[in-house]
């Protein structure tokens, strides 16, 4: 009996994984919203990295207020007012993305294409809103782009943002797969437990925020995900003499 893994799908991250959002494309989104609404706080580059603990940008301002502005949660009505100014947050999010600054990272867009070429499911499972991840995908790989996607999980689709497995295991389900045939490809330790957690094998390409966070248990940690011409830098688990993940590579990852 052949017992080898066939490996059937890819699941993206998006923020940290398919470009590096966070710092130059959220964070400055958030304090563009917060400028709009007159508030006075900013959300520096150190003090983001602290709150990116918190996943989901809604959350994200809410315990924000709970530690640096308690008094604001007596606000009327303070559930809407954090659904408006994220939503405001969201349009200038889309407004950078739209000017085409954020590129994608190394390998994503190599990857992408091979996949298709294989004809392996591609899907995206991230916490981040849909209208984001449309606005990426359509500034950097064009609109078509969006369709190349069997299945995009994204926010609030599911009630536990990672590191919940919960949008895994949407994902999953929306696929018709089993974990066993599918690898996700994450940059952070939330999205490694929210993915382990959902039985999945895991890559990670560490990002500019996460690169010293705990990846233990993933498949393998690397730079990026390489390209002939800018190999990855190899940081754990599985390695051979790769310099660049491909199909190949991820088969191998499944299959340990
Ligand atoms: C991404 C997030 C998101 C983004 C902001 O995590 O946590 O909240 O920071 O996007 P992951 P929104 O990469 O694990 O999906 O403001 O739309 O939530
Ligand atoms: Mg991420």
């Known amino acids: 009996m052949n017992t080898h893994k066939k490996l059937q799908a890819v699941l993206f991250d998006v923020d940290g994984t398919l470009a590096d959002t966070e710092q130059d494309g959220h964070r400055i989104a958030f304090n563009a919203a917060f400028q709009q609404f007159g508030l006075e706080w900013n959300w520096d580059v150190d003090l983001y990295g602290e709150l990116l603990q918190v996943t989901g940008g809604k959350e994200r301002i809410r315990h924000y207020m709970e530690n640096y502005a308690p008094s604001m949660l ?42 298709r070429q294989q004809q392996i499911k591609l899907a995206i499972a991230t916490t981040t809103t849909m209208e984001n991840v449309t606005a990426l995908l ?8 969006i369709d190349w996607f069997d299945i995009i999980g994204a926010g609030d689709i599911v009630s536990h ?84 993940v491909n199909t190949d590579f991820l088969h191998r990852l499944i299959d340990r």
């Open 74 to 115: 007596g606000k009327n009505n303070v559930q809407a007012w954090i659904a408006d100014l994220h939503k405001t947050k969201t349009k200038y999010f889309e407004s950078l993305m739209e000017a085409g600054k954020m590129p994608l990272r190394p390998g994503v867009a190599r990857l992408i294409h091979e996949l």
């Open 161 to 244: 943002k990672k590191p919940a497995p919960d949008i895994y295991h949407w994902v999953l389900d929306q696929l018709n797969l089993s974990a066993r045939n599918c690898i996700a490809i994450e940059d952070s330790e939330n999205g490694l437990k929210s993915a382990l957690a959902a039985d999945l094998s895991v890559l990670i390409t560490v990002s500019g925020y996460t690169h010293r966070q705990n990846f233990s248990g993933a498949a393998a940690v690397l730079s990026d995900l390489g390209e002939p011409a800018q190999p990855f830098t190899h940081i754990a688990g599985l390695t051979n003499h790769d310099q660049w």
């Open 138 to 145: 359509t500034s950097t790989l064009g609109e078509e782009s």
